[in-house]
C-alpha cells in the first residue's frame, strides 16, 4: 500500500477550494457592512482540511473593550443576519459562549464571535491563535500531507473529533502531533510507546513536564497547548478513544493497510441471525428508549454518556453484574441505552457489612439493634446481617431507576418514561439505523 494514493483520495481539489473561497468571500461582504473583523480558521484556512470535509469556521472578531454580553449579544444578531442574507435557516450552538451555524450550497458555516489579539478573554479566542501557530510552522515544515493521513486514520479508527459524540482527537491535536514528531508513521510509532497519562509539551512551556500530571488532572493525554500553557489540547481524549488509537497504531506500524484509513463497513445480517446471534451470547439485554424533542447534539451524547453511566452504577452497587452498556440516538428524536447482563436474578438474601468489631461500642450497638431481628453475627472481624434483598430482578430495580432517575443528564430527566425493551424485543425497534447499530454490537 502506497500512502501517496491514500493522500491523492483524500486531499481537496483544486475545484473543491476554489469553490469553498468564493462562499468564504460572500460571507466575508456581507460583514463587511458590521464593525467587526472577519478571519477564516480551522482546517481550511490551514489547509490541512480532508476532502468532502465541508466545515467553514469564520470568526467575527470584536474590539478588546467591547463588553462580554454585548460579544454575545451582537454576535449572535450577526450571526443570525449573514444566513438570512444567504437565505437559509440556521440554529444556535454553544463552546463557551451562543454561537449561529447553518448549511449553504452543501456547507456548514459557523459564525463564531471572538475577542481580536493575543489576549485570550474567552476560550474561543484562541482558535485564530492556533490557526497562526499551525501556519507559521507549517511554512517551516511541509507536513500537510502527513496531518491529512493522520486524519483520515484517526477517522478510520473512529477517534477523530473532539465533539462529545466521539471524545477523540481534534483537528488542532492532530496538527500538533504531527508537527511535533515530524511526520505521520513516526506519530504511530510515538504512539506505540505512550503511557498513560501521557504529557507532551510541544513549544517546552513547562520547566517541570512531568508537574503536568498535577495540574491537568484526571487526563489520560496531556498535550500544552502551544499559544496557552494552561490549556490541556488532548482534554477531550477518552481512556477509550486513547486505547483505540494506540492499538491501531500499533496494528498499522506491524502490517500497513488502506483499511486502516476506509475501514470496510460490517455486512449486515437478517434480523433472524441477529436473534441467534443475541441468544448464543447467554446474557440477557435491557434497552430504555427515550423518544424527545431535537437536541443539540453535543448536549445529547454528553447527557447520554452520563445517564448511561449512573444506570450501570445502580445496578453494579446492586451486584446485578452489567457485562457491557451502550447507547445510541438517530441525533433526531430517539435515543437507546441498553446493558447486557450477566447476572439478571439474585438470591433473597444478601450480606450486610455492619462495623468491625474494634469500632466504638456505640456503633456496634446501633447496628445489632437496628438488625436484631436478623440476628446479627461476626465475620472476618466485623458485624454482618444477613437480610432480605431489595431487587432480586433486572426489572424491578429498572422501574425504580426510571421513577427515581437519579443522576440522567437535564433532559433525561424530564423526559416521558421511556419503553423499556428486554431481549429479542429490542429487535423489533422500529427506528432507522438501530438494527446497524445492534448488528455492530452482536459482532
Known sequence: MKTEEILDEITPTDEEHTQEMKLVERVFRILEDYEVEPILVGSLAKDT?????????IFIQFRKDVKRDVLEREGLRIGKEVFAKLGVG????????????????????????????????????????????????????????DIRLL????????????????????????????????????VLEA?????????????????????????????????????????????AVSPESLSRFIVRANDYVMKPGREFFFPPEKPMREVEELRDSMLGRGSRFAGLVFRHGLL?????YAQLRK?????????????????????????RDTSVIMMEFAVWELPELVHHLGPPIDLDAVHQERFTEKYKDESPYVRDGRWVVDTRRKHRFVGELLDEVISERRGFGKNFREMGEPEVLFDESLLELDCEGWLKELNGYLG
Not at 154 to 163: I, K, N, T, W
Open 90 to 145: 440556521y440554529e444556535i450552538d454553544y463552546a463557551e459562549h451562543p454561537y449561529v451555524k447553518g448549511f449553504f450550497e452543501g456547507n456548514e458555516i459557523e459564525i463564531v464571535p471572538c475577542y481580536k489579539g493575543r489576549d485570550i478573554m474567552s476560550a474561543v479566542d484562541r482558535t485564530p491563535l492556533h490557526t497562526r501557530y499551525v501556519k507559521d510552522r507549517l511554512a517551516k515544515k511541509p507536513l500537510k500531507g
Open 191 to 235: 504512539a506505540r510507546e505512550w503511557s498513560v497519562p501521557e504529557i507532551l509539551d510541544p513549544e517546552g512551556l513547562w520547566d517541570d513536564p512531568e508537574g503536568l500530571g498535577r495540574f491537568f488532572t484526571d487526563a489520560c493525554l496531556i498535550v500544552v497547548d502551544p499559544v496557552d500553557r494552561s490549556r490541556n489540547v488532548a482534554a
Open 307 to 331: 445517564t448511561t453511566r449512573h444506570i450501570v452504577k445502580e445496578f453494579e452497587h446492586a451486584e446485578f453484574k452489567v457485562f457491557r452498556s451502550s447507547f445510541w440516538t438517530n441525533e
Open 151 to 186: 486524519k483520515q486514520f484517526m477517522r478510520g479508527a473512529g477517534v477523530y473529533g473532539a465533539e462529545a459524540k466521539v471524545e477523540g482527537f481534534s483537528g488542532y491535536l492532530v496538527e500538533i502531533l504531527v508537527l511535533h514528531y515530524g511526520s505521520f508513521v513516526k
Open 296 to 300: 443539540n447534539v453535543n448536549t445529547l
Open 49 to 57: 482540511d480532508l476532502s468532502g470535509n465541508k466545515d467553514i469556521d
